[in-house]
């Protein structure tokens, strides 16, 4: 391996990724605005009931454990290039969301990404670099306003209320699910200023199959985020996804970026014999975000 730049865009991808994912406006606590048709008032009456019942059931299908921990393949697709590593992800909730980019032989590791709910740390493990900041110190994803909890939801395959780190019973109501489109697939939907959710969810069994979040802005133009997840596994008693397909496109820099990443897992396990908190060493030296950024998107 000449150097870990050729893996590097992997991270940053990440990093790129959660800036669709909600904007600085939304903060938690914010409530959620509320949706309304101008049907008649009957068929509206029977249309939030439907819908709500249905969202409910979604809800219910949320995986009850704390903690997820699965290895396999991570590939990154980022403009003409494709890399795959083994990689391990481990998620405890409200906690962290790390995953680990290992060689393929030996299994040792080349980066770690890791989100908290106070900080992102990337670990660069062949240099010896690390970038470790709180959100609001990255100002590409601070100026998109990143929430954790909206990152977690979706690695979690749940719904994402915005500025809420849980949905609460009344949060719910604020999401439309178009029971009477009668297809195998309901859409559900939630608009929240200048982001638009929508997701796909399976008629019968009530579990999420896409997720699709559109944030426009005056100063970037229009962002997406598809999230598409196949191979559900029981994980306590629960269904999780153990292959997860997310793409971006953006315009950072004065300039469109987009990738897709791929994560294929092997049964999840539930252990909480793990540590969620990263030690960085003496030896490796702090560098900017920014600098990083700009480094992996002059690759593509």
């Known amino acids: 391996m000449k150097h870990i730049l050729r893996y590097a865009p992997i991270a940053a991808a990440l990093l790129l990724i959660t800036s669709c994912a909600s904007k600085k406006a939304i903060t938690d606590g914010t409530q959620l ?14 249309a939030a009931r439907q819908s709500l019942q249905f969202v409910q059931r979604i809800a219910n299908n949320n995986v009850a454990t704390e903690n997820i921990l699965t290895s396999g ?6 403009g003409s290039k494709e890399i795959t590593v083994p990689a391990k992800l481990s998620m405890r909730k409200d906690e962290c969301i790390r995953i680990q980019l290992l060689m393929p032989i030996p299994r040792s590791e080349l980066a770690r990404i ?8 990337l670990l660069d493990r062949y240099h010896k670099e690390y970038i470790k900041a709180s959100y609001s110190e990255v100002s590409f994803l601070a100026n998109n306003g990143l929430s954790f909890y909206s990152l977690q939801a979706l690695f979690w395959n749940q719904l994402i209320a915005p500025g809420a780190k849980t949905i609460t019973e009344a949060d719910l109501k604020k999401f439309v699910a178009d029971v009477a489109a009668g297809s195998s697939r309901v859409p559900v939907t939630l608009k929240a200023g200048n982001i638009t959710y929508k997701w796909s969810v399976d ?13 426009k802005s005056a100063a970037h133009g229009t962002s997406s985020l598809t999230w598409t997840y196949n191979d559900f596994n029981t994980v ?17 820099g004065g300039s469109n970026h987009a990738a ?9 396990k539930t ?16 560098v900017e975000v920014d600098e990083l950024l700009r480094k992996i998107t002059s690759l593509q």
Do not use: C, H
């Open 73 to 78: 393949d991570f590939t990154l697709q980022l």
């Open 203 to 215: 008629a019968a069994t009530a579990l999420i199959k896409g997720a699709d979040i559109t944030y």
């Open 33 to 46: 605005p509320t949706q309304t048709s101008k049907t008649d008032k009957n068929a509206e009456k029977e």
């Open 114 to 121: 890791e989100f908290t709910p106070n900080y992102v740390l």
């Open 236 to 252: 306590g008693q629960k269904k999780f996804p153990t292959t997860q397909l997310f793409g971006f496109s953006t315009n950072y």
């Open 260 to 268: 897709q990443v791929t994560l294929q897992m092997a049964s999840p």
């Open 271 to 286: 252990s909480t014999n793990w540590d969620t908190k990263t030690e960085v060493s003496s030896k490796y030296r702090k």
